[in-house]
């Protein structure tokens, strides 16, 4: 079946570091990709996303291409902020019923 | 405003007991999810539900049942037949105009079996 492999966490960083997060996935056909983010205490909020291949999606200075060759989604951001302190999630979706299936997710910490 | 609304946040139960958690949309959507977060697992699908009166089984239906009476409402109860019931329980609705995965969650609800 499908399934998404993400590094394992945490990632810990100084503010204004460059971010990498690495995704890969297995999957039949063509998926939709995401990246979700977690603040704690609380539930998940879609921060990207890409429907087909190179791709890329963007949002809050967060990137990720959608890489069919290297079935890779990584996330980057240039200059991470003490705010972008969270739990990342990658996570497709096949079956045109919305039906994610998610990575186990890498927890992210930036100190100051 | 329009959005999830999940309670309670946080549920302690005897082994034994079954639980409903509740999860209420206003955001008039017809389809609705049911997730189970463990640390280090990632979220996996219980069960989802495409329309009113429907629902179906997700990859760990097991020990839980639920109910889609009504559009905004999407209870799921947690039986005592669900051998490791301890989790976050995360509901979800589609994104506004969405049809690709772009879920909107609810804050969950932090079960504790004790």
């Known amino acids: 079946g499908d399934s998404v492999t993400q590094m394992e966490g945490p990632v810990t960083l100084s503010e204004e570091a460059f971010l990498t997060i690495n995704c890969t996935y297995t999957a039949t056909g063509y998926p939709s990709l995401f990246w979700y983010v977690q603040y704690p205490g609380e539930g998940l909020q879609l921060l990207l996303k890409?429907?087909?291949?190179?791709d890329k999606g963007s949002n809050k200075g967060f990137e990720a291409t959608y890489r069919k060759e290297t079935t890779s989604f990584h996330l980057e951001k240039g200059s991470v902020q003490v705010s972008d302190s969270a739990v990342y999630f990658c996570a497709l979706e096949n079956t045109g019923f919305q039906k994610l299936v998610f990575g186990t997710g890498t927890r992210l910490l930036v100190s100051p | 405003d329009g959005g999830i609304t999940q309670s309670p946040k946080y549920l302690f139960r005897k082994e034994g007991q079954n639980v409903t958690l509740s999860c209420e949309q206003n955001l008039n959507h017809d389809a609705m999810y049911w997730y189970r977060q463990d640390p280090g697992q990632g979220l996996r699908l219980i069960y989802y539900s495409q329309i009113v009166n429907d629902f179906q089984k997700g990859d760990i239906a097991e020990g839980y049942s639920v109910s889609r009476e009504k559009k905004e409402s999407f209870p799921l109860t947690v039986t005592s037949a669900q051998k490791n019931p301890t989790a976050f329980y995360l509901c979800a609705t589609p994104l506004a105009g969405a049809n690709t995965g772009e879920l909107f969650f609810g804050e969950g609800s932090r079960l504790t079996v004790l």
């Open positions: 890409a429907t087909k291949a190179d």
